[in-house]
């Protein structure tokens, strides 16, 4: 982190922008750091900033938590432009150790792009972002984030409450240990940084997980049913995720949308109820259930998967229930204080 911020520091000072300020933030929040740029007459301005040691991509940069007080911005080793078109788009400024930049504020406009790093400069090697953040080492970090004492049961336990092999876990826990996400207490392991790996793991569910869950889209022809199929659909084991679950977590939200998680598509309901499969604009949506530590009596999933489900529906307004829920559940505020 500090020789990355060095090279961007470098890279502004090349452009007659200064540095004139840095503040580490707490562990848990949407950015790790904020600065403060004086490009002179052109002003100045405080940004949260997100940096991205490792390979940063188009996918990466749609699923990034936009902070709600701060402009973000993004530092990293190199963003392709392609990411950086993707950046733009949703008005985050950007720079790299390369010299590529995009900065934009009121008397300011920097817009240089197509820089190629050094031949033999290379992204530093993330040792968290490799095994624990694939589709199925996704799946082992849920049941971490999820169930505060699950760190500390066997690996055999881990393993059948996330759906995965042992040795899967084995790997999954070796890494998050040795990225510090996991540390040995006198009670067993217990997790470290949670608010910074719920973010990844957000990130990592977004790309490699979500896309896969979805079992089918469904239309009801009265709405006003909804309210029975989802009592319905509890009762048969269903639980409920995205939007309608937030909107439990905080009564403020509106929900437009409907989503529950079960192991098979509840085929008598869907008749009884006349829903109309459409997998484009269907509100109500059924999703595989990936895990298998579930309590069937809790109505929703873990709160740590409702607000990945927010941020990976790409709709800035669940982007916003995200955040809300984030400041009152209390596991995700459990995590952010890791």
């Known amino acids: ?14 452009f007659g922008i200064s540095v004139v300020g840095d503040q580490r933030l707490a562990s848990g929040a949407a950015a790790d750091l904020e600065l403060a740029l004086d490009a002179g007459p052109r002003g100045r301005r405080l940004y949260a900033v997100a940096p991205k040691r490792g390979r940063l991509d188009r996918q990466r940069a749609t699923s990034m938590v936009l902070p709600p007080a701060r402009p973000l911005l993004v530092i990293a080793p190199y963003v392709p432009d392609s990411v950086a078109d993707v950046l733009r788009a949703r008005g985050v400024d950007h720079v790299d150790a390369a010299g590529n930049v995009r900065l934009a504020w009121d008397g ?50 881990i393993a059948d409450a996330s759906g995965t092999a042992v040795g899967t876990v ?3 826990l070796s890494e998050l240990s040795a990225a510090g996400y996991l540390f040995e207490s006198n009670d067993g392991k217990r997790l470290n940084r ?23 889209s469904f239309t009801l022809d009265d709405l006003a049913s909804l309210r029975e199929a989802e ?29 529950f998680y079960v192991d098979k598509v509840p085929v008598d309901l869907v008749a009884r109820f006349r829903m109309r499969r459409d997998d ?25 998967l409702v607000y990945a489900d927010l941020l990976s529906s790409g709709d800035p307004r ?5 955040e809300r829920i984030r400041q009152i559940d209390d596991r995700l505020v459990e995590l952010d204080r890791t």
């Open 318 to 322: 669940q982007r916003e229930h995200a």
């Open 108 to 157: 300011m406009l920097l817009d240089v792009r197509g820089r190629r790093p050094q031949p033999l400069q290379r992204p530093r090697k993330d040792a968290a972002a490799s095994r624990a953040f694939t589709r199925s080492g996704a799946m082992v970090v849920f049941t971490l984030l999820a169930w505060p004492e699950m760190s500390r049961r066997p690996v055999r336990d």
């Open 280 to 304: 484009n604009f269907g509100a109500v949506e059924l999703r595989h259930r990936f895990w298998n530590q579930h309590d069937l009596e809790a109505p929703l999933v873990p709160s740590p």
């Open 231 to 259: 009592k319905d659909l509890l009762e048969q084991g269903a639980q409920l995720g995205g939007e309608l679950a937030a909107s439990r977590i905080d009564s403020h939200l509106r929900p437009a949308t409907a989503t």
């Open 194 to 216: 949670g608010g910074e790996l719920l973010d990844r793991w957000a990130e990592a569910y977004t790309v490699n997980l979500a896309g896969k869950l979805s079992i089918a």
């Open 170 to 172: 084995h790997k999954v």
């Open 1 to 14: 982190m500090n020789a990355l911020l060095e090279d961007v520091k470098l890279v502004l000072a090349g």
